[in-house]
C-alpha cells in the first residue's frame, strides 16, 4: 500500500512505529441520492497512518431499499452454534423476511473473521413498539448471549466492519456492490479495549450510528448514568456510551439534535452567564439536569441516521474535525487532505469551533452552528 | 477529692528568652500562666493545660514550648494512658465523660487508600492555567429529563436549586457553641465566595440575617430559634436528624454558655441549659419526616430546597433512599470522623460509619433505586484536604461539608475543649474576653483562602485526570483506584485495586 511504503521510506529506523490516531470521514448527499462508496474509501485510506489495523468500518444509508422497512440485522458469529441458538431467538421475537450470510470477499489480511449473517425482519409487536422491540432485543443478545453480536440494526441502512485497515474491510465486504446517500468511515487505532471485530466502529443501534475519535475522560460517571438507565455498557469502548446516550435523549427523551449536541458539549459557566434570560434558563437547565452525559476530554464524533449527519468535537477541540461542503454534498473529515482528495475543488471549507456541532439534512441545507448566535445556514449553490 | 490525674501536657520555659511580657497570661483561658511579681517570674501550673499552643504561638520571643507529657505510667498496649486518665477521671466525678471534635482513634482513612487517576498520551490533561476549569455546583432536585417545545424553547421548570462556585460547604456550627465572631467569619467567607455556611441548631443572629442569601438555616429538634422569618431568611432549610459525631443523641449546650445574645436568638431563657432531645419528637418514622419536609416547603413557600442531614450510620444507604422519597432535595450525611461542639466520648469514638463507605453506599443505593438525580448528596465529617474532597465527588458526592478544617483555618488547633466553653482562640466561647480576640476581617480572609487554595487545587486534579467539570468526576469512580484494601472495601467503594 501506498501509505505504508511512505510510512518506511520517513521512518529511518524502519521499527514499524506508528505515531497514529483515529480517522473519521463522512459523506452526506442532501438531495438523497444514492452514490458509490469509492471516494469515501479513498479519503478514509489516505488517513491509513491514523489507525493501527485494528478496527475498520462504514456505515452506509439507503442501501436496501427494496427492504426499507424491515430491520437489516448484520450479527456476528464465533460459531454455527451460537448462531443456531441465536436464530432460534430471533425467531421467537421476529418475522424472518429474508436472511443469508453477508457476501465478503477473501481479503489476504482480513484473518479469522466470524461468521457473518444478515438478516431482514419485522418484531412481532404492534408498530409503535417496533423501535423498543428491537433495541430490547439487541442489547438482550448482545449481553446475554456468548458470542454473537449484532452491529447493525437499523431499515435501510448497515454497518460494515471488523479488524483490519478500513480499506482492507471495505473490500473484504465487497462495499463496491453498495450505494448509499449517506456515508461515514472510521479507522481504529485501539488504547483502552483490544482490537476485535466487535469492537471496531461505527457503532450502531436501530438506524443511528456512531463513528469516534477520543477517549471520553468522563466515561466512568457516563457510563454509570446509562446503566442505571437500562444500557448495560457491555464492548468496554467509550464510543458505546456515546450511541446509547444518543438514543437515550433523541429516542426516549426526544430532544431535538441541537439540544443533544449541547448536553455533549456544553457551553461554559462564563459563557452562560453572559447570555440572555432565556438561553441562560435553558443551558443552565440543560447542565443541571445532564451532568452526567456530558462527554468531557478529547472527541470527534460523527453521529448519523436516516436522513441527517452530525459532527461535533468536545467543547475545547481536543481532537480535530475539518467540514466542507462541495454542491450537494457535505464532508467531515480529520483531515482536509482527505476530502481534497477526492474533491479537490471545495465550495467551502472550514475548522468547527469546539463543541459546535455541524449539522446536515437531507431535504435542507448544510447548516452549521457557530459558538455564539443564531444558526447560520451554509447555503449551497 | 485528690485528683490522680497526670497532666495532659508539659510547658517548657526558656527563662533565658523570657521578657515577662505577661502574653501567655492574657491569652490563656486556662489560667495555666501567671506572673510571679517578688521573683520576676512567670510561672505555670499545667494540669489544666489543653495544649491549644495559643501562649506558643503569640509567646513574642518564642520562649514557650507546649509538648505532650511524657507520663510515667508503665507502657501498657491495653492501658493506654488515655483509658488510665479516663477511668481515673470517671472514679472522681461519677460522670459521663465529655469531648470536643471528631472522632480521634485510629480508624481506617479510606481517603488514604485511594488514589486518582491522570491522562497519559491516550487522553490529554488539561491545564487550568491555559483552560476553563469548572467547579460551579447546583444543589437541589433534578428531573429526570428536560422537555424542550416545538420551537425549541424550554417546557421544563426545575425545583429550587442553590449555586456553588466551589463544591464546598461550612458545615453547621451553632451560634452558642461557636463565637458571634466566628459564625460571622464563616458568613462573610461564604458569601464572598459564592457558597454556603450552616447556622447549626441555634438559630441565626439578626445582625447575621443579611448572609441570609449564603446559609443553610437548620431546624433540629430542639427547634432552637426557629420561625418562619428565619426559615425564610436561609437559602436551604436543613432538617437535622443526626450528626457524625453523636449519632443518635441530641445536643447539649451548657447554660453557662447562654449569654442573652445567644437567648435572644435561641428563643430560650438566658443562662438555662440547651437541651435538644435525641430524636424529632414529632418524628417518629419516615412518613413524619416527609411531614416536616413538606411543612417546611409550605412555610418557605416552595422556593427552598430541603435538605436532611443525617448520621452516616450501618443502614445509612436505606435510610438516604427513604429520605429522598419522603421528598428531600439535599441529602447530607456527616461521617464517622464528623466533630462537634460536645459529645459524650464514648457515643463519638464509637458510633458511626466511616464517610467513605457510607457515601459510596448511598450514592450506589439511589442509582440503583433511579432516584439519585432527585436529590443532591453532600458528604460531611473526616475531609483534612482538597484530594479527599477531589476523591468524595469521584464516590458520588454532589458536594462536602467542611467543619474541622474552617475552625482550623480561624486558629483551632482541634484540642477537644470544645465543650467546656474555654476557647482561646475565641472560637468556640461564648465569654466575650475570649471571643472577641477572633477578628472576622482576618478570620473571614482566612476562610476565604483556604477555600481559593482548595479550588485550585482540585482545578489541577480534575485537568490531570483529563476533564474540565466538576460534573463529569461526580460519581466516576473509574478515576479511583484502591491500594491495600480487601476485596470488600473495593466492593462497597465501587473501586477497582489499583493496577486493575
Avoid at chain 1, 443469508?100 to 412481532?124: A, G, V
Avoid at chain 2, 429529563?145 to 424553547?153: N, Q
Avoid at chain 2, 417546557?155 to 458545615?171: G, R
Wanted: net charge neutral; with cysteine; charged share 20%.
Amino acid at each position: 500500500m501506498q501509505s505504508k511504503k511512505n510510512e518506511r521510506l520517513a521512518n529511518p529506523y524502519n521499527d514499524d512505529k506508528v505515531i497514529a490516531a483515529c480517522s473519521l470521514f463522512g459523506c452526506l448527499d442532501i438531495t438523497g441520492r444514492n452514490f458509490s462508496g469509492e471516494g469515501v474509501v479513498q479519503a478514509i485510506a489516505n488517513m491509513h497512518n491514523r489507525g493501527n489495523g485494528l478496527g475498520g468500518g462504514f456505515a452506509v444509508y439507503g442501501l436496501y431499499p427494496e427492504h426499507k422497512d424491515h430491520y437489516a440485522f448484520h450479527i456476528m458469529y464465533q460459531s454455527r452454534d451460537v448462531k443456531a441458538e441465536t436464530d432460534v431467538f430471533l425467531e421467537e421475537h421476529f418475522d424472518i423476511i429474508e436472511d443469508e450470510e453477508m457476501p465478503t470477499k477473501h481479503h489476504h489480511p482480513i484473518t479469522n473473521p466470524p461468521l457473518l449473517w444478515r438478516y431482514f425482519l419485522l418484531p412481532r409487536t404492534e408498530p409503535e413498539f417496533h423501535d423498543n422491540h428491537v433495541v430490547d432485543k439487541v442489547l438482550e443478545i448482545n449481553k446475554e448471549s456468548k458470542g454473537a453480536y449484532v452491529f447493525s440494526s437499523g431499515k435501510n441502512m448497515g454497518v460494515f466492519k471488523g479488524v483490519g485497515y478500513p480499506e482492507d474491510i471495505a473490500r473484504f465486504f465487497k462495499l463496491d456492490d453498495y450505494k448509499g446517500y449517506l456515508w461515514t468511515a472510521h479507522g481504529r487505532f485501539p488504547t483502552n479495549t483490544p482490537g476485535w471485530w466487535g469492537g471496531a466502529h461505527p457503532f450502531n443501534l436501530l438506524d443511528w450510528t456512531v463513528v469516534h475519535n477520543g477517549e471520553i475522560s468522563s466515561y466512568g460517571i457516563n457510563r454509570r448514568y446509562l446503566e442505571a438507565h437500562g444500557y448495560p455498557c457491555t464492548l468496554q469502548t467509550d464510543t458505546e456510551v456515546m450511541a446509547y446516550a444518543v438514543d437515550l435523549l433523541m429516542r426516549k427523551h426526544r430532544l431535538p439534535v441541537e439540544t443533544a449536541c449541547k448536553i455533549f458539549a456544553p457551553p461554559f459557566w462564563s459563557q452562560i452567564d453572559q447570555m440572555g434570560p432565556e438561553e441562560q434558563n435553558m443551558y443552565r437547565t440543560i447542565r443541571q439536569v445532564y451532568p452526567s452525559l456530558l462527554m468531557n476530554g478529547p472527541f470527534t464524533v460523527i453521529i448519523a441516521r436516516h436522513g441527517e449527519m452530525l459532527g461535533l468535537t468536545d467543547r475545547i477541540r481536543l481532537r480535530p474535525l475539518t467540514a466542507a461542503t462541495r454542491g450537494n454534498l457535505l464532508y467531515l473529515s480529520s483531515e482536509e487532505a482527505a476530502i481534497r482528495l477526492i474533491s479537490p475543488d471545495l465550495d467551502r471549507v472550514w475548522t468547527p469551533n469546539g463543541g459546535e456541532p455541524i449539522i446536515g439534512r437531507v431535504g435542507a441545507q448544510a447548516r452549521a452552528q457557530p459558538a455564539e448566535g443564531p444558526f447560520t445556514e451554509v447555503r449551497r449553490k | 477529692m485528690k485528683s490522680y490525674s497526670l497532666p495532659d501536657f508539659l510547658i517548657e520555659r526558656d527563662d533565658s528568652r523570657c521578657i515577662r511580657c505577661r502574653v501567655c497570661e492574657r491569652q490563656c483561658g486556662w489560667n495555666v500562666h501567671s506572673y510571679d511579681a517578688e521573683e520576676d517570674k512567670m510561672v505555670h501550673n499545667e494540669q489544666d493545660c489543653a495544649g491549644c499552643q495559643r501562649c506558643a504561638v503569640f509567646c513574642p520571643t518564642k520562649a514557650l514550648i507546649v509538648r505532650p507529657h511524657p507520663y510515667g505510667y508503665r507502657p501498657n498496649a491495653n492501658w493506654t494512658k488515655d483509658y488510665l486518665s479516663d477511668l481515673k477521671k470517671q472514679a472522681e466525678t461519677g460522670s459521663i465523660l465529655l469531648t470536643g471534635m471528631g472522632n480521634d482513634k485510629s480508624f481506617p482513612i479510606y481517603w488514604d487508600h485511594l488514589v486518582l487517576n491522570a491522562s497519559q498520551v491516550t487522553n490529554p490533561s488539561i491545564d487550568p492555567l491555559r483552560e476553563p476549569m469548572e467547579l460551579r455546583t447546583y444543589l437541589g432536585r433534578k428531573p429526570d429529563r428536560i422537555e424542550v417545545l416545538e420551537d425549541g424553547t424550554l417546557k421544563t421548570v426545575l425545583a429550587p436549586q442553590i449555586k456553588l462556585e466551589t463544591p464546598i460547604l461550612f458545615s453547621a456550627m451553632s451560634y452558642g457553641a461557636i463565637s458571634f465572631q466566628a459564625m460571622e467569619s464563616l458568613a462573610r467567607a461564604a458569601t464572598e465566595f459564592g457558597t454556603m455556611f450552616n447556622t447549626g441548631e441555634g438559630g441565626l443572629p439578626r445582625s447575621l440575617r443579611k448572609y441570609g442569601k449564603n446559609a443553610v438555616v437548620q431546624c433540629a429538634s430542639g427547634r432552637f430559634g426557629v420561625d418562619l422569618e428565619y426559615l425564610n431568611t436561609g437559602a436551604v432549610v436543613e432538617i437535622k436528624i443526626g450528626q457524625g459525631a453523636k449519632p443518635g443523641i441530641g445536643g447539649h449546650l451548657p447554660g453557662k454558655k447562654v449569654t442573652d445574645a445567644i437567648s435572644e436568638t435561641r428563643m430560650i431563657p438566658a443562662g438555662t441549659d440547651a437541651l435538644s432531645p435525641a430524636p424529632h419528637h414529632d418524628i417518629y418514622s419516615i412518613e413524619d419526616l416527609s411531614m416536616l419536609i413538606h411543612a417546611l416547603k409550605e412555610a418557605t413557600n416552595y422556593e427552598k430546597p430541603i435538605s436532611v442531614k443525617i448520621a452516616a450510620v450501618h443502614n445509612a444507604a436505606a435510610i438516604a433512599s427513604g429520605i429522598v422519597r419522603a421528598g428531600a432535595d439535599i441529602v447530607a450525611i456527616d461521617g464517622l470522623r464528623g466533630s462537634t461542639g460536645a459529645a459524650p466520648k464514648s457515643i463519638r469514638d464509637n458510633v458511626g460509619i466511616p464517610i467513605e463507605l457510607a457515601l459510596a453506599a448511598v450514592d450506589t443505593r439511589l442509582r440503583q433505586e433511579g432516584i439519585r438525580n432527585q436529590a443532591s448528596i453532600i458528604a460531611a465529617g473526616g475531609f483534612r484536604c482538597s484530594s479527599d474532597i477531589v476523591k468524595a465527588i469521584a464516590l458520588g458526592a454532589d458536594a462536602v461539608y467542611i467543619g474541622t478544617p474552617a475552625l482550623i483555618a480561624m486558629g483551632c488547633t482541634v484540642c477537644q475543649k470544645c465543650y467546656s466553653g474555654i476557647c482561646n482562640w475565641g472560637i468556640c466561647t461564648t465569654n466575650p474576653y475570649l471571643s472577641k480576640r477572633l477578628n472576622p476581617n482576618i478570620a473571614s480572609r482566612r476562610l476565604t483562602n483556604l477555600l481559593n487554595a482548595w479550588s485550585h487545587e482540585m482545578k489541577e486534579m480534575l485537568g490531570g485526570m483529563g476533564v474540565n467539570a466538576i460534573e463529569s468526576l461526580r460519581g466516576n469512580r473509574l478515576h479511583l483506584r484502591g491500594v491495600g484494601l480487601q476485596e470488600w472495601e473495593l466492593e462497597v467503594l465501587g473501586v477497582r485495586g489499583a493496577g486493575r
